[in-house]
């Protein structure tokens, strides 16, 4: 059986990704290209994925900063244009 992917919306601010660490992730094989910023990390319920524009992301990093806001870093799912 099949987990069931439960959609929810929730607030974010949407930063672009630092050049520093595109680079670092992509030493890793990664390529972020979102950092979204939500109001609380207690929105975030460990996801790992989440859609931002219509497509969908694989969450390749988190942060939770001293504001209690927490950062998701995304990148796009394999095979996404």
């Not at 987990?3 to 990704?17: A, F, G, I, K």
């Not at 109001?39 to 219509?54: H, K, L």
């Amino acid at each position: 059986m099949q987990p069931v992917e439960q959609l929810r919306e929730v607030m974010c601010d949407v930063l672009s990704v630092g050049m520093r660490e595109v680079y670092e992730a992509m030493t890793h094989g990664h390529r972020p290209e979102w950092t979204l910023v939500l109001s609380d990390y207690a929105e975030y319920q460990g996801e790992r994925v989440c859609v931002f524009e219509r497509v969908r992301y694989r969450i390749i990093r988190t942060y939770v900063r001293q504001d209690h806001r927490i950062e998701l870093t995304l990148e796009r799912e394999d095979g996404a244009c």
